[in-house]
């Protein structure tokens, strides 16, 4: 206590100069005291002041160790070695500059790399003493299944005495209608003890429990994101009612902020309780269960019993049961199992750090080099090796600092990236990722490490400087000097290499990119369609009454201005549901492949006006019309692809199919669409007239004309005037788009950025090698230029060198390119693997870096003025 | 021992301090009268003592410590903690006289 008393009051006199001659005049009278004592013995006032400093010990040592115990001497020191380390940072923005970038850019992928692993894995699971809770599996002969049925869950609940209690879950989706307008929601059905077994408690109102049996009208729980998203918090909302898909629910609770529900990267906006006469089928298993674990129980005794459990089951229900095991899985074992990929990208960024570092160590290198002088003089002055290192290792510090700033800045951006990175969806995606207090310590602790990293080694390698033979001009540790510098080529040879790879990857991804966004989909993307899906079927309307809806809706449309088109399908192609749907059907007169009856062929409805509003093209025949009621011959129109493969060269007009038991005349050929999927081969696909197929669900597709925006919600308001029980949604061609060519994009954004990242480095790093020799030769280019040489003859010295690393480096990264890029073949689409445009642009692009990297230290080689370097050296 | 000292004189500057030191000691102790102003210093730092300006018995101006109370807690507990100390060692040592 005393001892941090003691700290206080020498960290405050930090900084204050007038103490100083207060302590001086207590010395004056000390000497003072003492000298007229020695008078009063009969000394001369000279030998009695004398012999008082002499007792004394010197007045300015005294003075010093005063000084010394007054404030703290080291944190003083340390402060100069800041202001000073600061000075030359600024007297050189350039290297400072270089130097805290690349430093920024290996800090900052590194603090990403680690919020991510951190949201997705480390931090604790939402729950009370989350390791006594396991997951149930079930062993089968197919593999390993989360999933249970709710009569399952049921019977190992009431059965089984290891586990304290056991939850079960079931991922849904609901439409939430807020103020008339409709959104998709994630909730969970979940068992009455969810909240219970888990040990959360509620933020606002009160969880439903197993006790409190639901009353006429079932609650909801709803979460803090969506609380906030919808609700505007309002604190109110407890209580009230909600609609969700057409049925009121009232709200009970609101979740804690940070519990998300327990499936990572998706989380839930809702919790509805199981009701369970609705889950009595033991065959639909659709429910995930956890449990919590007795404390005095060991997992192999709990192992036991759910075995005996299982066999149970397998015994009472063998025809739905049987080959079940059931085990457990603790939170904490899944969670180990998800790290290795997570170890793998903490290894690749840190491996990223690396060269960051190895890069910076070479410009300290030579920036230290060129300070060979100012520390010999240092050295020869008194300065002590130990002093030198301290100064030498604070200014690396402070460039660590600056960089790990930096790198927290740009982690925060690329963290921000995150919903560009997700899949384009309507619910929202992915982890809760921000920048706590662990990520902080962590980015401190890299930027530490890699001070040690960058900075100690030409540190150790200065503060040994000879002061002798540097003062003298020569040229220091020449046989080290050597071997270090090939050390450092084969990096920089390594690092462009790397980089020639990274380069000619990005470009054949970009490559790919461009060519299917040039891929005919089958339908015209550059119309501003708008596609609003409604689901009448969810109120429960009958066919007709869905049907009478979606002609009205369709028809009101139609006369809206700035619509060009109105249609009608029931599944959108390249939407996620596209393909969803396929029929069986068999042909008379056709033999199928391997002797089958019947194939099955995906289908869409459309009405009359799909063809002209999608921009899908007719190869011969005719579109559909009001002729095809639902009382005449039904009618089918197949894509080209369907046409060759069951009647190759031959007329398909008129030929009949077989499709629920119906016979259907082929009206028309339509040119081949994608379907689910951009990089798919055309396959066989049919079109029925939404009239003869009717549903419960629809989208109509707008053709729109200019504002698209006015007219979405034109069209949003007529749909709910016209009836407001059916929920709607609105997608853009834009939006499927985006949707279609994510992965393409992703990759291309994914790779072209570690190439950008690669040439950056490889970039510093000849830099670092070139402006090092070109230091080292100062003396030598002197003489030189003495003796005659042009500038351009050392222009071309310097740029000889930078280029032939740079020309053998992107050698060995074209033959490492060659080797590697049919691995990414599958990625690739309308372009080789080893399209030999692309291999040229990244070396010619790799080798143009390298001429501008090592143009700069060429330049300063060029304008050395010969006198004056064979003077000062 | 600067502590002690200030107990039995009470307040003191420096000097009178050092000399009083050397003269209890018999002037056995010879010691840097310069080490004595850190350590001075180190035990206002934490409390012991304090210090004014005042004028000495030859009418200098000189700067005064005195005790805290604190710092009189500390003599009595180093001194106790002192006595264990010597008695222990006392006892170590009185056997070996014997033999």
């Known amino acids: 206590m005393r001892k941090l008393r003691a700290l206080c009051i020498r960290l405050c006199g930090l900084g204050m100069k007038r103490v100083d001659e207060d302590f001086t005049a207590e010395l004056e009278c000390h000497i003072d005291l003492h000298t007229d004592e020695g008078i009063r013995a009969g000394l001369t006032p000279e030998e009695a002041r004398r012999q008082a400093l002499i007792a004394l010990g010197g007045a300015e040592q005294t003075r010093q160790a005063y000084r010394e115990r007054r404030t703290l001497p080291r944190l003083e020191t340390l402060w100069q070695d800041i202001r000073f380390g600061l000075r030359i940072l600024a007297k050189n923005p350039g290297y400072t500059a270089v130097a805290v970038i690349t430093l920024a850019l290996g800090i900052g992928a590194n603090t990403a790399v680690f919020t991510v692993a951190q949201a997705a894995l480390l931090r604790s699971w939402p729950a009370r003493e989350p390791e006594r809770m396991a997951r149930l599996i079930a062993t089968t002969p197919q593999g390993e299944e989360v999933n249970f049925s709710y009569p399952d869950y049921l019977d190992l609940a009431a059965q089984s005495r290891s586990l304290e209690g056991i939850l079960a879950y079931s991922r849904r989706g609901m439409i939430l209608l807020v103020g008339g307008e409709s959104k998709t929601v994630l909730d969970d059905i979940v068992s009455l003890n969810y909240f219970s077994v888990l040990g959360i408690d509620a933020q606002l109102g009160r969880f439903f429990s197993a006790q409190s049996q639901p009353a006429s009208e079932p609650g909801v729980v709803i979460s803090d994101s969506l609380w906030h998203r919808v609700f505007n918090a309002d604190p109110s909302l407890v209580g009230k009612q909600i609609w969700l898909t057409n049925r009121a629910f009232t709200v009970l609770a609101i979740a804690p902020p940070g519990f998300r529900g327990l499936q990572r990267g998706v989380p839930t906006d809702l919790w509805l309780p199981t009701e369970s006469t609705q889950h009595t089928d033991r065959k639909i298993r659709e429910f995930e269960v956890l449990g919590r674990l007795r404390q005095d129980v060991t997992a192999a005794e709990t192992q036991a019993e759910l075995d005996a459990l299982g066999r149970r089951l397998a015994l009472t229900y063998p025809a739905i049961d049987k080959a079940r095991n059931i085990g457990l899985i603790s939170e904490r074992e899944r969670l180990r199992e998800a790290m290795a990929p997570t170890l793998i990208l903490m290894t690749a960024v840190g491996l990223v750090l690396l060269i960051c570092c190895a890069n910076v160590a070479g410009l300290v290198l030579a920036r230290s080099d060129a300070r060979r002088k100012e520390i010999a003089v240092r050295l020869a002055l008194g300065a002590q090796r130990m002093r030198l290192l301290c100064q030498l290792l604070t200014e690396s510090l402070l460039l660590a600092s600056l960089g790990a700033a930096l790198g927290l800045l740009l982690a925060v951006g690329l963290l921000r990236l995150q919903p560009a990175v997700m899949p384009p969806a309507q619910v929202e995606l992915g982890l809760d990722l921000h920048l706590d207090v662990s990520v902080l310590v962590f980015t401190a602790a890299v930027a530490f490490l890699s001070v040690l990293v960058f900075g100690l080694a030409p540190a150790i390698q200065a503060s040994r400087t000879s002061q002798v033979s540097t003062l003298k001009g020569e040229g220091t540790a020449a046989a080290k000097g050597v071997r270090r510098w090939t050390l450092r080529n084969a990096l920089v040879l390594g690092e462009i290499a790397l980089s020639v790879v990274l380069l000619t990857a990005s470009g054949l991804v970009v490559r790919s990119l461009f060519f299917s966004q040039s891929l005919p989909l089958g339908f015209d993307r550059h119309r501003q369609l708008i596609y609003f899906d409604m689901v009448p079927g969810i109120a429960a309307y009958s066919s007709e009454r869905s049907a009478t809806f979606f002609a009205q809706v369709e028809e009101k449309a139609a006369a809206m201005p700035g619509v060009s088109h109105a249609a009608l399908a029931r599944r959108v192609l390249l939407s996620d549901s596209g393909g969803g749907m396929q029929q069986r059907i068999s042909i008379p007169g056709v033999e199928l492949p391997q002797g089958q009856l019947s194939v099955p062929v995906k289908f869409d409805t459309v009405d009359g006006n799909y063809f002209r509003a999608v921009g899908t093209r007719l190869i011969e025949g005719r579109e559909f019309n009001s002729a095809d009621a639902p009382s005449v011959g039904r009618v089918v129109i197949v894509s080209r692809a369907m046409a060759e493969s069951f009647w190759p060269g031959q007329e398909v007009l008129g030929r009949q199919i077989l499709a629920d038991g119906a016979a259907c005349q082929i009206v028309g050929v339509a040119e081949d669409a994608k379907v689910d999927g951009i990089h798919e081969t055309p396959e066989p696909y049919m079109y029925f007239p939404f009239a003869q197929q009717p549903s419960g669900e629809g989208t109509l597709i707008i053709d729109a004309e200019g504002n698209s925006k006015a007219l979405t919600t034109r069209i949003l308001s007529e749909i709910q005037r016209t009836d407001r029980n059916v929920p709607v949604s609105v997608r853009t061609v834009h939006y499927l788009m985006q949707q279609a060519f994510w992965a393409d994009q992703l990759a291309a954004g994914f790779v072209g950025a570690l190439g950008a990242l690669g040439i950056f480095l490889g970039a510093i790093g000849l830099y670092g090698v070139v402006a090092f020799t070109v230091n080292r030769r100062r003396r030598e280019i002197g003489i030189r230029m003495a003796l005659g040489a042009e500038r351009r003859d050392v222009l071309r010295l310097v740029l000889g060198q930078g280029l032939t690393l740079a020309a053998i480096g992107a050698g060995i990264g074209l033959a490492a390119s060659f080797a590697t890029m049919r691995l990414l073949s599958t990625m690739l689409y309308g372009v080789r693997p080893t399209d030999p445009l692309t291999f040229a642009g990244s070396s010619a692009l790799v080798i143009l870096v390298a001429l501008a990297a090592s143009w700069i230290p060429a330049r300063r080689a060029a304008s050395i003025d010969p006198m004056q370097s064979l003077r000062t050296e | ?99």
Do not use: C
Request: hydrophobic letters at 35%; glycine letters at 8%; proline letters at 3%.
């Open chain 2, 1 to 99: 021992m600067a502590l002690r000292t200030l107990e039995i004189m009470g307040p003191q500057h420096g000097y009178g301090l050092a000399r009083r030191i050397e003269q209890t000691s018999g002037d056995r102790l010879q010691l840097n009268y310069g080490t004595l102003y850190p350590a001075l210093l180190k035990l206002e730092q934490e409390g012991y003592i304090r210090s004014r300006w005042g004028v000495s018995e030859n009418n200098r101006r000189a700067k005064f410590y005195e005790l805290t109370k604190a710092g009189q807690r500390q003599v009595k507990k180093a001194a106790a903690e002192w006595e264990e100390t010597t008695t222990i060692l006392a006892r170590f040592l009185a056997p070996a006289e014997e033999a």
